[in-house]
């Protein structure tokens, strides 16, 4: 999990605050809740899920000047100039196909002949893989690798590792200083905001 996230740029991974690794016994999925995403059972060894649930943050969360572009009218304007979307799974909302248009247009961006060097049809997504290239183009190439951290979701408080009294809780701090959890100095804070894709992220591996 850690090698696959890592892959990511970091102007992608600023926008996700936690990744959470769980079992699932009914087989893979993730799915996105406020920039924290979960990923269940084996599916944490698919590139492809770490970008698709980064996208929803991208999308969600405003790191583009639509926001959120799934619903903004230019997504809508050139989505319906396309004759199809990404996958099946995109059709599912808009708010799916932003994520997995995010999906291609990083192998688009990323890899030498790009998508349409794997995809004799790409020109029927183009208008929207497109957009989603030119939104992270003018949000700071967050799709490309380069640069440093320069905004971060708050993280969460610390949470003890066991117990939760009251009497607990007070004697556990009273050895110690509460860990600083803050972001560093410099670092621009990103507004939280609460939306959660566990309903329409039910696709499995």
């Not at 799709?143 to 066991?162: E, F, K, W």
């Not at 009497?167 to 701090?173: C, D, E, M, S, Y």
Request: charged content about 15%; hydrophobic content about 35%; some cysteine.
């Amino acid at each position: 999990m850690i090698d696959l996230f890592g892959r990511l740029p970091v102007h992608t991974r600023q926008w996700v605050r936690h990744m959470i690794a769980l079992p699932d016994p009914n087989g893979g999925h993730a799915y996105n809740s406020n920039g924290n995403i979960a990923m269940f059972n084996r599916i944490n060894g698919d590139l492809t899920v770490f970008i698709h649930e980064s996208g929803h943050s991208l999308d969600l969360l405003g790191a583009y000047a639509d926001k959120p572009l799934s619903s903004s009218q230019n997504w809508l304007n050139n989505y319906n100039q396309d004759s199809n979307v990404p996958d099946p799974y995109a059709q599912t909302n808009q708010v799916e196909n932003v994520a997995q248009n995010t999906v291609v247009d990083s192998y688009n961006l990323n890899v030498p002949n790009g998508f349409a060097g794997i995809e004799p049809n790409w020109g029927n997504i183009f208008h929207q893989f497109a957009t989603v290239q030119t939104e992270q183009r003018n949000a700071g190439n967050l799709l490309v690798p380069g640069g440093t951290c320069g905004a971060r979701l708050t993280n969460s408080a610390p949470v003890p590792q066991s117990g939760t009294s009251k009497r607990w809780l007070q004697g556990r701090f009273a050895m110690g200083v509460k860990p600083d959890v803050s972001l560093a100095p410099g670092l621009k804070v990103i507004p939280s905001k609460e939306f959660s894709t566990e309903k329409s992220c039910t696709h499995r591996w």
